[in-house]
């Protein structure tokens, strides 16, 4: 089992995994993440979409973005994707928690200037958004890569953390006549609504997320 | 119309938003958080619970933790917490982008060492994940407020980000043959799931949620 290289994990480690299936099934599940860096001692927490790239985490933004300058010229990032999974209620307030998948990752961006490598990158982005919709959809142009940022931040370690099942009474609390269990969440997609001047159906990359969602619903 | 110190927004200017009412909202429209502190240079990025208390957030954790040491020495910390409303699919992959509400925080974090006001944060914990719900759940005892630290994120300066509405094509792309809109998203709760040794039904906190969810749908 390949391991990204530590960062451990020093609170609850039972939830700890540090293994490059998990870590990567977790990042392939979302796109976007939580960006933190350092600009005078001062942290910054950015939301921003993102896409993996094999062991990488790939960012984009404008060129003409001060963050994207900052970040490109090699500082240190951490990037935290997290995904929730339920209410976990318990009988006492004290173990009341969430269940949830977690990644946290550390590294350095670097910016990507090939722009070959951009355009696939950007192909990406639309992708980690909705699988299949790249390949429905205009290519970026000379233009728009240029007036693109792209940075690649290649991750030296990173660790997952995961809580799932029901809450963790104390035993002295289960005559308490309280309910407990778990009231389970998902990001659930809605009907797509057409944008100004479109006419017609919803394409295929759509219909499938659609169609996916409530295979697992009914499964 | 009262504002936080504004944490100026440079791209996208005209998605901000720094009067308390909206930074407000969003924060009590989540429980998740993704906070970020500095340690010897370096950023981290942790997910956490918070809840929001009149201008301040607040946190919670084990006080053997070395992070709720680490931030109640009085570190600066940035708070992010976004909310994703939709897949923005527009004709050219440039112009994709999510439908989202998203705070970015800045303040300095002050362990909370009173009992009372302690265990008022963590039934507040408890009802920022359900509401409701601390009223139908044990409150913590003496030992298990003296195993939590919590921590007051006095808010220095924020921002809100905010994107709605549908793609925004370049009018050379209106005439591909390309469907464009938006596929709404939203996090949906499930049918409960009773804890082990746990019997009856769901207690009202649960049903209010389902009945308001259900609501919002068939609105």
Request: proline letters at 5%; one cysteine or more.
């Amino acid at each position: 089992m390949r391991e990204y290289a530590r960062h451990e994990v020093r609170r609850s480690r039972e939830r700890a995994r540090y293994d490059v299936e998990t870590v990567h099934a977790i990042l392939d599940a979302g796109f976007l993440a939580h960006v933190g860096f350092v600009v005078d001692g001062q942290p910054f927490v950015i939301p921003m979409l993102y896409v993996r790239d094999g062991d990488d985490i790939l960012l984009h933004g404008s060129i003409a973005s001060r963050l994207m300058n900052q970040l490109g010229e090699g500082v240190p990032v951490s990037i935290s994707v997290s995904h929730i999974d339920g209410l976990v209620l318990a009988r006492s307030h004290f173990h009341h928690s969430v269940n949830y998948r977690s990644v946290v990752c550390f590294g350095t961006a670097r910016r990507i200037d090939d722009g070959e490598a951009k355009a696939t990158a950007l192909a990406g982005f639309v992708d980690a958004i909705l699988p299949g919709r790249a390949a429905e959809s205009r290519p970026s142009d000379r233009n728009e890569l240029a007036a693109t940022a792209v940075l690649r931040v290649v991750v030296e370690n990173a660790s997952a953390k995961i809580r799932s099942g029901g809450p963790k009474d104390d035993p002295a609390d289960r005559a308490l006549p309280v309910w407990a269990g778990v009231v389970p969440t998902q990001l659930r997609y809605g009907e797509p609504e057409n944008g100004e001047d479109v006419a017609g159906q919803a394409p295929p990359s759509v219909r499938r997320l659609l169609q996916r969602q409530n295979e697992v619903i009914t499964a």
